[in-house]
């Protein structure tokens, strides 16, 4: 029988203090909880009381609880879903949102079209197209709009931001800025394990490839672009990172789906430089590292950009069309 997501908000958040990766001391927000699991607050209090009757957690003069029943030092920083890895890198808490496989689809035609153009979205549409409310239509613009693909325009128009040549290089100047300075916080922190974990996620792909999913890829890309980067500990730079996806986002729906895997390692290498010096911690070597394969990955993505408009056809889903602009 499947566990309620409170259950299985309480398996995690026991699993990671009995595993060290919630380390004593540590601040517990019921907001920054919540938003890691993507729910509301109430389970997240509830859950806390529990933990806190056990004697797991104790209260805190601040606002929130501490892990542990005496700790000493505080200490405070932002959860991300690292803090709950369980076996196999994923986040303990699984739960299938229908809308989050709808995002799925109109995220990929989103992209694909993004490559070829500037586009209006209209949500009504949308909504027709995916047979839901207006409501889950909305709550799949607004993830699309976090992650840079659409901006809003009037009323129920959305524009779908074109994603040629100089806007990918844009977004890679600002990658280059923020990440090496993010990574090379996160390996004062990261929890040796943590990192362990990654390099064992590299090794496994690196055996198979090129017998490996785009997924896999994508997963492996999000381990250090984002879950890595995240431990930096710096939200505000996370939010301007979170609009760079669309760089992630041009391999994520080509590769293995509409072009063939690269003959060579698309990543591992590069990708396992920069976990090997966060591992020896050695955070200046570790931004370096990460500096030199974002400056080597932008003319790889660059490249398939323009094979991609030069030779795909797209077909346009009912709720685009070309803007007139173009």
Known sequence: MTKTLQEQLYQALANSIERGHLEPGLVLLEGN???VFGMSRSPVRQTLGRLHEEGAISRFEGRGYLVG???GDIIRRTLTAGDFRVVGGRAA???KDAW???AETVERDVVLCSMKGRLELNELQLAKTLKVSRTVTHRILLHLQSLGVVEKAKYTSWSVVPLDES???HLYEARLQLEPFMIG????VMPESEITQFLDRLEDAARQYPNVPGSTLDALENDLHHEAVARGGNPEILGMLRRTRPILLVSKHLLGALFDMPAEDPFFDEHRAVFEKMLARRPD???RALHSHLARSEGKVQARLAAFRETAQVDLPAYLRWDERD
Do not use: D, N, W
């Not at 916080?185 to 004062?188: I, N, S, T, V």
């Open 167 to 169: 806007r990918l290089h």
């Open 285 to 287: 070597q570790a931004g």
């Open 33 to 35: 909880i919540a938003k």
């Open 93 to 95: 808490i699984e739960r």
């Open 100 to 102: 989050r496989s709808m």
């Open 69 to 71: 029943r005496h700790p």
């Open 185 to 188: 916080q996160a390996c004062q």
